[in-house]
């Protein structure tokens, strides 16, 4: 029942594209796009280039949440630190990140540290603030209780501040994830020479509707994939917790 | 002490730690630890960006960029509030629209360009419709939450008063969904502007996208900053005004999803 309106604004598109309706040429029937996905992923460049960006973006997400959470977290227990940070992050977050691109690429030349570096400043500063924000919110009173029962120090760190930031640094995380995507396959579409996000680029620009239309979907469900399954993770790992950031 | 007095005072290492790297910065590059050619000094950024906008070239562009982001959020916001108070309402239009809506959500927006340009012609419309898709499905998807979450008893109170049809709409549903759509609206406008300069960098000769694009090809670096600069100016703007601007118009409600 969820899915019958997919299947028949599918069915649709597929009718109107034999019937000619729509021109076949710009819009290729949903079972040619299907077929090209079947036949050219194991052995045709679709398979290679997931490869290369699902490599790419777990290489972008590692460089940005490995620094982000302890930089998060440090922000959250010094007040010093988070004075010095603060307006930088408050300068750069807001910057649509693809502009490093240019940037990077001068500094690094073009190549795959440029790509991956653009992307991970996207989920970098996501992380950071999502971190801060989970130390920053916790509720005052699980302070109090830890410092009562004589918990300082690393003790209350580790018992008390990491435990209650913990959901909100994993919503960072999987934010962070679904921006370093996208960032990630526009920077592919713009300057790489592999990759979706270039497959698209590459298949529009030579008029391969069907391979263009199949590496789409294919970005499509490599992001559907990583947030429904980061969420059902989330879910699972921290079952006693709301997601702090649904939206 | 004077408020803005008493504001530095209580936040002087917020101001004094960009003040110091500008600082280190200009050394740094004009002593040769940082390479020039890359890292031009913040001086001679600001001569070049002083430059660029008395001739009037970053104008020219920003307004481009800027008339751009206005159709795309106003085509945005139109249709997203639309579609996202009937979702909102009829739960048939919900459950039939959420699937595609799930699917097509996480692609990022400037992939919509090729299919967007077979479907409008291509140039500046197609630009402005990519440039809207991303926010569209933002504005729509937080619209529809806004509807859901009102609370039920509100609802059947109004209901039981007599309130329906374009009543129960304008007293009820709607006041009771704006703080999610002001937030929807907000995110969308920031997303605008990120689509707007990756679909600039891409596929056009105007605008601020374009222009940094365009000075990285010829090597320019101080023009890319000062382009940055404006991007980043924009940014802070639309992020941080609209909050102000919530605030200020629906004083009693907390931002439901601040940055």
Same mark, same amino acid.
């Given at each position: 029942m969820v899915y019958a309106v997919p299947a028949v604004l599918l069915g649709l598109w597929e009718v109107c594209s034999r019937l000619a309706i729509v021109s076949p040429r710009y819009f290729p029937p949903p079972t040619q796009v299907a077929w090209v996905l079947v036949d050219r992923f194991a052995d045709g460049d679709l398979g290679a280039n997931t490869l290369v960006t699902v490599t790419r973006l777990a290489a972008a997400f590692a460089l940005a949440a490995v620094p982000a959470v302890p930089l998060g977290l440090l922000m959250g227990i010094a007040r010093p630190v988070r004075e010095v940070v603060e307006p930088y992050i408050a300068f750069i977050f807001?910057?649509? %990140?693809?502009?490093l691109l240019p940037f990077l690429l001068i500094i690094l030349g073009v190549g795959e540290a440029a790509f991956v570096l653009t992307a991970a400043t996207s989920a970098f500063f996501q992380i950071v603030i999502s971190t801060l924000a989970g130390v920053q919110t916790m509720d005052p009173r699980l302070l109090e209780v830890g410092r009562n029962y004589g918990a300082h120090g690393p003790r209350l760190f580790w018992k008390i501040i990491l435990p209650a930031a913990l959901p909100a640094i994993f919503t960072g995380l999987r934010l962070g994830l679904g921006l370093a995507l996208v960032a990630l396959v526009a920077v592919e579409f713009i300057a790489? %020479?592999?990759?979706l996000g270039h497959l698209v680029y590459r298949h529009w620009q030579m008029l391969s509707t069907p391979e263009m239309y199949a590496a789409f979907a294919l970005v499509g469900a490599l992001g559907l994939g990583l947030t429904r399954g980061l969420r059902a993770l989330q879910a699972r790992l921290l079952a006693w917790q709301e997601d702090v950031g649904r939206l | 002490m004077t408020a803005p007095g008493r504001w530095v005072a209580e936040h002087w290492i917020a101001v004094g730690s960009p003040l110091v790297s500008l600082i280190a910065w200009e050394w740094a590059s004009a002593s040769g630890v940082l390479r020039e050619a890359f890292f031009p000094r913040p001086s001679t950024m600001f001569v070049h960006l002083v430059q660029l906008s008395a001739d009037g070239t970053l104008w020219a562009h920003t307004a481009r960029s800027l008339v751009r982001i206005g159709w795309a959020f106003a085509l945005a916001a139109v249709f997203g509030v639309g579609i996202g108070l009937a979702m909102g309402l009829w739960r048939r239009l919900r459950d039939g629209l959420d699937p595609v809506f799930a699917v097509i959500?996480?692609?990022?927006?400037?992939?919509f360009l090729p299919l967007v340009s077979f479907l409008v012609p291509p140039g500046e419309i197609a630009l402005i419709v990519t440039t809207a898709v991303t926010s569209f499905f933002l504005v729509a998807f937080t619209t529809t939450h806004g509807v859901r979450q009102i609370d039920r008893l509100v609802v059947e109170a109004a209901v039981h008063y007599g309130a329906r049809g374009p009543r129960l709409f304008a007293s009820v549903l709607l006041p009771g969904a704006l703080p999610f759509i002001f937030t929807g609206l907000r995110l969308g406008l920031g997303f605008a502007l990120i689509v707007v300069v990756a679909v600039e960098i891409v596929s056009?000769?105007?605008?601020l996208g374009a222009l940094l694009w365009l000075s990285w090809q010829i090597l320019k670096v101080e023009d890319m900053y000062a382009t940055f600069f404006v991007i980043a100016l924009l940014g802070a703007v639309l992020s941080y005004g609209l909050s102000a601007l919530r605030a200020w118009l629906l004083p009693w409600v907390q931002d439901v999803a601040e940055p």
């Open positions: 807001p910057v649509p %990140k693809i502009t790489a %020479k592999s990759g | 959500y996480p692609i990022p927006s400037v992939l056009a000769s105007t605008g």
